[in-house]
């Protein structure tokens, strides 16, 4: 599985981005697939996340700003953020937990959110 992530960028406080991201696969399926953000010194924590089926899982910080959405039959996944905060600044990691007899979580390489006060 590959992830393909892009729609990260610098946008001032209030704003909104949507960050969207391709899963490439050749075999299995893409069970769950979301966001997660990391900063400096910091673990990669929850942003969102969407199961094939449309179970949503937010993170509190984020509820009510942020939307997941994924399109299944293209599996991508999107993130449109909105009332931007300084503190949503990190790197986007776009996330997908695949299966095929057995399962796998894989990773993108992450994109830059930048909220500037």
């Known amino acids: 599985v590959q992830l393909q992530a892009c729609g990260g960028g610098l946008v001032q406080a209030g704003g909104s981005l949507r960050l969207s991201c391709a899963a490439s696969?050749?075999?299995?399926?893409?069970?769950?697939m979301g966001w997660y953000r990391q900063t400096p010194g910091k673990q990669r924590r929850l942003v969102a996340t969407m199961t094939r089926g449309g179970v949503t899982n937010y993170a509190d910080s984020v509820k009510g700003r942020f939307t997941i959405s994924r399109d299944n039959a293209k599996n991508m996944v999107y993130l449109q953020m909105n009332s931007l905060k300084p503190e949503d600044s990190a790197v986007y990691y776009c996330?997908?937990?695949?299966?095929?007899?057995?399962?796998?979580?894989?990773w993108g390489k992450g994109t830059q959110v930048t909220v500037s006060s």
């Open positions: 996330y997908a937990s695949w299966f095929f007899s057995v399962s796998a979580d894989f």
């Open positions: 696969i050749s075999t299995g399926s893409v069970v769950t």
